[in-house]
C-alpha cells in the first residue's frame, strides 16, 4: 500500500522525478523474497521472537481437559510482513497438525525444543500485505520442557500459563517478543464445573455438548508474556471502579488458610487503581481485576488487566502492596511495554516505587525512608550492588537489585530533579508511548527535556555501575 502511494505522488511530480521514482520500484517490485530471521534481536534473549513481520491480534479456540493435561485447537494470527517474506517463523512448542496462510495450506518444520515453528507459505508474502496464518495443534503442556524450562503451573483441578519472560510457547504460536503487541480473543471449553480467566473482558459463556466455553477479548495491545490463561474451580466476584470499568476478580476454591488474606488484599484493586491513576494518569485498560490460582509458585505476575497473583503471596496475611505492584504494571510495562528485555528496570524499578508511594500513603515508611533503608541494608562488599538495574543481564533480570536498588533510583531521580517536574515525569512516560513501547534512551531524554537537567551522571551511578553509589547522591540535593 505504501509502495502504492509512493507511485501516486512521484506522478505527479516532474518527468524526471517520475523516470526516477519508475527506475527504484523496478528492482524494488523484483525484490527475491527472503526468510525472516527466526529473533527479534535481542540480546538478552537472542532466539526469542521473529523479524520479517508483526503480529496485530490472536483468536485462540482451544479446548482443555485437566485430568489428561490435554490442550488443543486454533490459533488464527493477523499479521503483515515487513519485507517480501519467502518464509517465518513462530515462537512454540506444543504439535502442529495443520497450518494455513491466506487460507492455502501451507509447508511448516517443527522444532519444539527450540521453540520455533516455521512456516513456508505456498506463496511469498509482500512487504507490507496483510496475511492470515491458521495454526491447528494440540500436545500436554506440562511434558513440553524448552531450554530446561517449563513454565506451564498445573493445579490440582486445572492448569495455568502465566510466566516472564518465557509463558507463550506452551499455549499458543506467537511472536514472543514484548516489542510486537496485539489484541487478544481467548476463548477456551473446560469441562463443565470448571471457569476459564484471561485478559480482559468476558465476552461469552455457554454450556456445549462436552464443557462450558468461556470466550474472553483483550482490546489494547498486549505483549506476549501479558496474555494468561486459568483454568480451574474459582470463586468470582465482580464489580464496577468508580469509572465503570468492569471488575472481575477468581479465587481458587481452595486457597485455604489463604483464602480471607487474598481476598482482603484483591478486592481492593479498584481502589488502588483510582490512586495510581493519581500519580501515572488514566488507567489505560477496560477491564480490571485479579486472580490467585491453587498454585505453588511465590511469584506474582501484571498480566494485562488481570494479574496472577500465587497463594503465597497472602501466607502471612494481606498483602496490599503486592496489588499495588502489579497494578502500577499496569502502566508500566503493559501499557508502556519494553522494547528490550535489557530497559526491565522501567518495569520492575517502577511498581517497585509504586510500592514506597503506598507505603508512605499509608502512614508506614517514607519513600525516602526506605530508599535509606535499601541503602543501609546493603553494605558496599554486599554483592547485591554488582547487579546493574539498566544493564543486569538475562540471568539477573529478576533479581532484588533491579526491584529495590531500581525504586532507590528513581528516588535519586526525585531528588535531583524535585518533585514538580518528577511527578510530571511519571505522568508523561505512559501518555507518550500509550499502548507501545519504550527503551532507556527515550526515558532519559523525557526526564531531561521535563527537568531540564542533564540527567546521564545520575542513571550511570544508579543503574549502571556495579557498585554501590556514594551515599550523598541518595539524599534530597534540591532541599
Ligand atoms: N514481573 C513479575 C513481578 O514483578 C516478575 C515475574 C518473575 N518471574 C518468575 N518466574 N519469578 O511481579
Ligand atoms: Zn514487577
Redesign the pocket.
Known amino acids: 500500500r505504501d509502495n502504492t502511494r509512493r507511485r501516486t505522488i512521484a506522478s505527479t511530480a516532474t518527468a524526471a522525478a517520475s523516470a526516477l521514482a519508475l527506475l527504484l520500484a523496478v528492482p524494488a517490485a523484483a525484490a527475491t523474497p527472503t526468510p525472516g530471521a527466526p529473533t527479534a534481536g535481542d540480546p538478552y534473549y537472542p532466539t526469542y521472537g521473529n523479524s520479517g513481520y508483526h503480529v496485530s491480534h490472536y483468536d485462540l479456540r482451544l479446548r482443555y481437559q485437566p485430568k489428561t493435561d490435554q490442550l488443543q485447537g486454533t490459533a488464527t494470527i493477523l499479521a503483515s510482513a515487513t519485507q517480501d517474506l519467502s518464509r517465518f517463523d513462530l515462537d512454540f512448542s506444543l504439535d502442529v497438525s495443520g497450518v494455513w496462510v491466506n487460507g492455502q495450506q501451507a509447508a511448516f518444520t517443527e522444532n519444539p525444543g527450540a521453540h520455533k515453528l516455521q512456516i513456508t507459505p505456498a506463496a511469498p508474502l509482500a512487504k507490507g500485505s496483510d496475511a492470515t496464518v491458521v495454526v491447528r495443534y494440540s500436545g500436554v503442556p506440562s511434558k513440553v520442557t524448552v531450554n530446561g524450562i517449563n513454565a506451564w503451573l498445573r493445579t490440582p483441578d486445572g492448569a495455568v500459563a502465566a ?2 519472560p518465557e509463558a507463550a510457547w506452551w499455549w499458543f504460536p506467537s511472536n514472543d517478543h514484548p516489542s510486537d503487541k496485539a489484541t487478544y480473543d481467548v476463548s477456551v471449553e473446560v469441562p463443565k464445573g470448571l471457569q476459564v480467566i484471561s485478559n480482559g473482558v468476558l465476552t461469552g459463556q455457554r454450556d456445549t455438548a462436552t464443557g462450558t466455553r468461556y470466550s474472553w477479548r483483550e482490546d489494547k495491545p498486549q505483549a506476549t508474556y501479558l496474555a494468561t490463561m486459568a483454568i480451574g474451580k474459582f470463586d468470582i466476584t465482580t464489580g464496577k471502579t468508580k469509572d465503570g470499568i468492569p471488575v472481575v476478580n477468581a479465587y481458587s476454591k481452595d486457597l485455604g488458610a489463604n483464602a480471607a488474606a487474598a481476598r482482603a488484599s484483591v478486592e481492593r484493586s479498584a481502589e488502588i487503581i483510582d490512586w495510581e491513576s493519581r500519580y501515572f494518569g488514566t488507567y489505560p485498560f477496560d477491564a480490571l481485576g485479579g486472580y490467585v490460582p491453587n498454585v505453588k ?1 511465590h ?4 498480566t494485562q488487566t488481570r494479574p496472577f497473583y500465587s497463594p503465597a503471596q497472602f501466607a502471612s496475611g494481606s498483602n496490599a502492596s503486592v496489588i499495588v ?2 497494578l502500577a ?1 499496569q502502566w508500566f ?1 503493559d501499557d508502556v511495554s519494553l522494547e528490550r528485555w535489557q530497559d526491565i528496570w522501567l ?2 524499578g517502577f ?1 517497585s516505587y509504586a510500592q514506597w508511594l503506598w507505603s508512605e500513603y499509608q502512614g508506614e515508611g517514607t519513600t525516602q525512608q526506605l530508599a535509606d533503608y535499601v541503602y543501609a541494608q546493603h553494605p558496599a562488599n554486599d554483592p547485591f550492588w554488582t547487579v546493574k538495574p539498566g544493564d543486569p543481564g538475562a540471568d539477573h533480570q ?1 533479581d532484588d537489585a533491579v526491584y529495590d536498588r531500581g525504586a532507590a533510583a528513581i528516588q535519586a531521580l526525585r531528588n535531583t530533579v524535585g518533585d514538580q517536574a518528577f511527578f510530571q515525569i511519571l505522568k508523561a512516560w505512559p501518555r507518550e508511548h500509550a499502548y507501545g513501547n519504550g527503551d532507556f534512551a527515550q526515558f532519559q531524554s523525557l526526564a531531561e527535556r521535563i527537568s531540564g537537567k542533564p540527567l546521564a551522571q545520575l542513571f550511570q551511578t544508579w543503574l549502571f555501575t556495579p557498585q554501590r553509589p556514594a551515599a550523598a547522591t541518595a539524599a534530597r540535593a534540591w532541599v
Open positions: 510466566d516472564e509458585t511469584y506474582a505476575l501484571e505492584h502489579e504494571h510495562g518495569n520492575e511498581a529478576f
